[in-house]
């Protein structure tokens, strides 16, 4: 079945340090969302991408999805304490399911 | 907006009793809610996937009659635990899409509730 594998699984920064998530589905995707959790709570959607190569901007998060749309990342310009929570990217398959295939997630620590 | 809210946020059972957890979105009519599973530090595990009106699509390896999802409406959804396991204790989180369009974000965004903590003694 898909997979979507998501590296790396923690990541602590201090802050002021960029940061940077990567998904990546073992097959081809038709649209990739991004979640957080903050510690304790329930994950909340960030972003959807749809269209190949597409990048967007959230204030300091850049979110890609790649040419071949198998591939996606979420970078964070300057983390700050209030980025901390875990960062899952999640997958549709193509065909038009409402499934979606979440990644492991990577959990951001981050130093004041 | 697109608030889903779950009850109960924790429960506490005996091995062998079953356990009802509902799943309602709020301000918006859901096309589709789905029931997850997270154990400790990990990821989310989808179980199964439900529309309203209409059986529900479970994911290889749920059974699905131990784990009944009723779709009753727009804005509900309950899983109901059967015959609960302390194998089964772990945290149960739904989420709900809203109907294409009526997303802040056009279309299929899930919208998570705040999960129930199940611990079968």
């Known amino acids: 079945g898909q997979q979507v594998m998501q590296i790396p699984q923690y990541q602590h920064v201090q802050e002021g340090e960029d940061f940077t998530t990567y998904c990546n589905s073992s097959?081809?995707?038709?649209?990739i969302q991004w979640y957080k959790q903050r510690p304790g709570g329930h994950p909340v959607f960030l972003i959807q991408?749809?269209?190949?190569?597409e990048v967007k901007k959230q204030k300091r998060l850049t979110f890609q999805f790649g040419e071949a749309k198998k591939n996606s990342s979420l970078h964070i310009t300057a983390t700050q304490t209030t980025d901390v929570g875990t960062y899952f990217c999640?997958?549709?398959?193509?065909?038009?399911?409402?499934?979606?295939?979440f990644g492991k997630g990577t959990k951001l620590t981050v130093n004041p | 907006g697109a608030v889903v809210s779950q009850h109960p946020s924790w429960v506490i059972c005996k091995s062998g009793t079953s356990v009802k957890i509902e799943c309602r979105s709020l301000?918006?009519?859901?096309?589709?809610m789905f029931w997850y599973r997270q154990f400790p530090k990990q990821s989310l595990m989808l179980m199964a996937t439900?529309?309203?009106?209409?059986?529900?699509?479970?994911e290889q390896g749920v059974e699905k009659d131990k784990f009944l999802i009723n779709h009753a409406s727009l804005t509900l959804s309950t899983l109901t635990v059967t015959s609960a396991h302390p194998e089964d204790s772990s945290f149960y989180i739904c989420?709900?899409?809203?109907?294409?369009?009526?997303?802040?974000?056009?279309?299929?965004?899930?919208?998570f509730g705040p999960g129930t903590r199940l611990t079968v003694t």
């Open positions: 097959t081809t995707l038709s649209n």
């Open positions: 991408l749809v269209k190949s190569g």
């Open positions: 999640a997958g549709r398959t193509q065909g038009g399911s409402e499934k979606l295939v």
């Open positions: 989420s709900a899409s809203p109907i294409i369009g009526q997303g802040a974000f056009g279309s299929y965004e899930q919208y």
């Open positions: 301000d918006f009519q859901a096309t589709t």
């Open positions: 439900s529309n309203e009106g209409s059986k529900a699509t479970y």
